[in-house]
C-alpha cells in the first residue's frame, strides 16, 4: 500500500517561504508523474503544480507566477513544493498526490481526477 505523507507546512507572515516535502511509502514513484494541489476553506481543490516522472517538464497554475518550484528526488522518492514570496490568499491545506497513468515520457495532469494517491494534507498559512 502507497502512502504519501507531507510535512512541512506552518505559519509565516506574507512575503516569507516554506519547503514542502511529500514522502513515499510502500512502493517507488519515480515512474509517475506527481503534483500538488490545495484547498482553502469554504473553495473547491485548486491546482498548483506538476512534475512529469522524471523531472524534466513542470507546469503551474496561474497563480503562481514564478513564485513556486516542483521538484522530486528519486532517491529519496520525495515530492517537493518551494514556495516563495507567499501572500495570504495562499492559505490552505496543500495536498500531494501520485498519478499512476502513464501517457508519454513528458506526461503529467493538472486535474485531480487523474490522481489515484493523495497524502493527507499539510496546513499552509500566511499571515497578512
Known amino acids: 500500500q502507497v502512502q504519501l505523507v507531507e510535512s512541512g507546512g506552518g505559519l509565516v507572515p506574507a512575503g516569507d517561504s516554506l519547503r514542502l516535502s511529500c514522502a513515499a511509502s510502500?512502493?517507488?514513484?519515480?515512474?509517475?508523474?506527481m503534483g500538488w494541489f490545495r484547498q482553502a476553506p469554504g473553495k473547491e481543490r485548486e491546482f498548483v503544480a506538476a512534475?512529469?516522472?522524471?523531472?524534466?517538464?513542470?507546469h503551474y497554475g496561474d497563480f503562481v507566477k514564478g513564485r513556486f518550484t516542483i521538484f522530486r528526488e528519486h532517491a529519496k522518492n520525495t515530492l517537493y513544493l518551494q514556495m516563495n514570496s507567499l501572500k495570504p490568499e495562499d492559505t490552505a491545506i496543500y495536498y500531494c498526490?501520485?498519478?499512476?497513468?502513464?501517457?508519454?515520457?513528458?506526461?503529467?495532469?493538472?486535474?485531480?481526477?487523474?490522481?489515484?494517491?493523495w497524502g493527507q494534507g499539510t496546513q499552509v498559512t500566511v499571515s497578512s
Open positions: 510502500g512502493r517507488t514513484l519515480s515512474s509517475f508523474a
Open positions: 498526490a501520485a498519478d499512476l497513468h502513464y501517457d508519454g515520457r513528458y506526461y503529467y495532469s493538472t486535474t485531480p481526477d487523474s490522481y489515484a494517491i
Open positions: 512534475i512529469n516522472w522524471s523531472g524534466e517538464t513542470t
